[in-house]
């Protein structure tokens, strides 16, 4: 396995480094693991942190800046932060105004910034937690850990940046994150493994000819293995799940992301069928993004993620923002 | 058992869960996504330098300062699970000087006990639990402790996990042994590895 690295121990650290000599508007703390936008904490803002593995670029770091997230703290690769990367990341963006932590639903994740909101709050911190978790893959039971987070975070945390923007308080910010988190949902599919630094290879084997139906984006194996399908029928396949259970009865924002290793020609043929497929089903696509925003390293796949969008949250979709992975509007 | 009896403990785990990172990373890829090796690794390293440095003078502060390392440096699931496994069992042990096997029982009791409510998981889930409790249960004799971990953690191949990461492949995560109970039983066997020599 040929990778772009010089140790697996050490990938993390040297992407932040190149991370901020490239983006000069982001605070990057490579020693403590926190990348801060350069003018927090806003006065009278809302501090918006997130974070996570490593290996889902751009998703958290590069939508930290103006209009999305105050703070991310990158773990390790497929590994969630430390609560002293998250504790330290709510006191640099907090203005007095409160910190919403933006959390994917992963045991790791949601036992660190648990931690993390505890530890803050003795720090008079006031934290307020969403949680994303909107891969309908998952059965949601007792039995499992719970829906995975995946697609729906960039929802959640563009819209939610937003309203932290426009200078709306704690409360709200909050109560709007967990509506656009209750109103997505997603669903992947894996045509390849990705490959770990630390494994030094491919996660889990696929053969030639097959794919795995409802994956996540750390590399472990979906709910299913099925012969290879066109893209117009896992279009059919993953829009048909996610309408079963959202049952949109307005208009949606759409994501077609990329989950690192298919090339764009692919993701906008297969959103042309995404689009095709909910036209037939008569739902109304308010906005579309197609691209690479939360990936799984090299692994080759998609993912589609729909959001019952509101005119409130389509205006807030709207609004300008200012990162390295997202920007429009100024 | 006093503090340097605690302190060859981890520092014997820290060993062996270097020589075998490799192969919970494979356990991990099966069902997991290919870290808990490493993550194991670089806490347990962080563990044996800080107890070198600091060198805590009883049991109690001891497991304290491993727990709150390894919250520091694992991330994961693991982090807050193994560190509240040690810091909830130092907690236990208080300032004594040194410890009875039934007070070491009695702690690690109470910090498994704490790592199920943290996870929500019960024995039987697929998780470390299924070392751990069996482990514990064998306590004060630490090499029945040792057996009882590794049958534990053989006996997860079997199951469906309920919990963590694994979870997330229903019937699929069978037929594989569950990580985290893995680098329970090394934690255990290293236990008992440590009183041998004593």
């Given amino acids: 396995m040929r990778m772009l690295i010089n140790a697996a121990e050490r990938v993390v650290a040297d992407a932040l480094r190149g991370m901020a000599q490239a983006h000069p508007e982001l605070v990057v703390d490579v020693e403590h693991r926190v990348i801060v936008r350069a003018d927090a904490p806003v006065a009278g803002k809302v501090g918006l942190v997130s974070g996570g593995g490593s290996g889902h670029e751009p998703l958290h770091g590069g939508f930290?800046?103006?209009?999305?997230?105050?703070?991310?703290?990158?773990?390790?690769?497929?590994?969630?932060?430390?609560?002293?990367?998250?504790?330290?990341?709510?006191?640099?963006?907090?203005?007095?105004?409160?910190?919403?932590?933006?959390?994917?639903?992963?045991?790791?994740?949601?036992?660190?910034?648990?931690m993390a909101a505890e530890l803050a709050e003795d720090e008079g911190i006031r934290v307020a937690k969403v949680l994303v978790r909107d891969d309908?893959?998952?059965?949601?039971?007792?039995?499992?850990?719970?829906?995975?987070?995946?697609?729906?975070?960039?929802?959640?945390?563009?819209?939610?940046?937003?309203?932290?923007?426009?200078?709306?308080?704690?409360?709200?910010?909050?109560?709007?994150?967990?509506?656009?988190?209750?109103?997505?949902?997603?669903?992947?599919?894996?045509?390849?493994?990705?490959?770990?630094?630390?494994?030094?290879?491919?996660?889990?084997?696929?053969?030639p000819g097959e794919l795995e139906l409802g994956i996540g984006i750390h590399g472990e194996p979906g709910r299913e293995r099925r012969r290879m399908m066109t893209s117009g029928g896992i279009?059919?396949?993953?829009?048909?799940?996610?309408?079963?259970?959202?049952?949109?009865?307005?208009?949606?924002?759409?994501?077609?992301?990329?989950?690192?290793?298919?090339?764009?020609?692919?993701?906008?043929?297969?959103?042309?069928?995404?689009?095709?497929?909910?036209?037939?089903?008569?739902?109304?696509v308010a906005r579309t993004l197609v691209g690479n925003y939360v990936t799984s390293l090299d692994m080759a796949g998609c993912s589609v993620t729909l959001c019952r969008a509101d005119e409130e949250l389509l205006r807030l979709w709207d609004a300008p923002v200012s990162t390295p992975g997202l920007r429009w509007g100024r | 058992m006093d503090?340097?009896?605690?302190?060859?403990?981890?520092?014997?785990?820290?060993?062996?869960?270097?020589?075998?990172?490799?192969?919970?990373?494979?356990?991990?890829?099966?069902?997991?996504?290919?870290?808990?090796?490493?993550?194991?690794?670089?806490?347990?390293?962080?563990?044996?330098?800080?107890l070198d440095a600091e060198e805590p003078a009883t049991p109690g502060a001891v497991l304290l300062l491993a727990g709150r390392t390894l919250v520091s440096t694992v991330g994961g699931a693991s982090g807050p699970l193994y560190g509240t496994l040690l810091r909830r069992a130092g907690k236990a042990l208080g300032d004594a000087e040194r410890v009875e096997g039934e007070e070491l029982r009695e702690a690690l009791a109470a910090g498994a006990d704490a790592v199920a409510r943290?996870?929500?998981?019960?024995?039987?889930?697929?998780?470390?639990?299924?070392?751990?409790?069996?482990?514990?249960?064998?306590?004060?004799?630490?090499?029945?402790?040792?057996?009882?971990?590794?049958?534990?953690?053989?006996?997860?191949?079997?199951?469906?996990?309920?919990?963590?990461?694994?979870?997330?492949?229903?019937?699929?995560?069978?037929?594989?042994?569950?990580?985290?109970?893995?680098?329970?039983?090394l934690l255990f066997l290293a236990l008992a590895e440590v009183a041998d020599d004593a």
């Fill in chain 1, 235 to 284: 279009a059919d396949a993953a829009v048909g799940v996610l309408l079963d259970e959202l049952r949109p009865d307005g208009p949606v924002l759409a994501l077609v992301n990329g989950m690192g290793a298919t090339p764009l020609l692919e993701l906008y043929g297969f959103g042309a069928e995404v689009r095709r497929v909910l036209d037939e089903r008569g739902v109304p």
């Fill in chain 1, 136 to 207: 309908v893959a998952v059965e949601d039971s007792t039995h499992t850990a719970g829906r995975r987070g995946t697609g729906a975070t960039l929802f959640v945390e563009k819209i939610a940046g937003a309203a932290a923007e426009e200078g709306a308080p704690l409360e709200r910010v909050t109560a709007l994150a967990r509506q656009v988190a209750d109103s997505s949902l997603s669903f992947g599919v894996a045509l390849g493994a990705p490959a770990t630094p630390a494994k030094g290879g491919p996660t889990f084997d696929l053969p």
């Fill in chain 1, 64 to 114: 930290v800046g103006p209009g999305m997230l105050d703070a991310a703290c990158p773990g390790e690769v497929f590994t969630s932060p430390v609560p002293d990367q998250m504790v330290r990341a709510a006191a640099a963006v907090d203005s007095g105004a409160g910190v919403l932590f933006v959390v994917k639903n992963y045991t790791g994740d949601v036992l660190n910034f648990d």
């Fill in chain 2, 3 to 50: 503090a340097g009896f605690f302190r060859r403990w981890l520092t014997t785990a820290a060993r062996a869960v270097e020589r075998d990172a490799d192969r919970l990373t494979a356990l991990d890829s099966a069902i997991g996504d290919a870290d808990h090796g490493s993550n194991m690794r670089r806490g347990m390293a962080a563990v044996a330098a800080a």
């Fill in chain 2, 118 to 185: 943290l996870g929500g998981a019960a024995q039987g889930d697929k998780t470390m639990l299924d070392a751990l409790l069996p482990a514990v249960a064998a306590l004060p004799d630490l090499a029945a402790a040792a057996g009882a971990a590794e049958r534990g953690a053989e006996a997860t191949v079997a199951l469906r996990a309920r919990r963590g990461r694994a979870s997330y492949l229903g019937e699929r995560s069978e037929g594989h042994m569950d990580p985290g109970s893995a680098s329970t039983a």
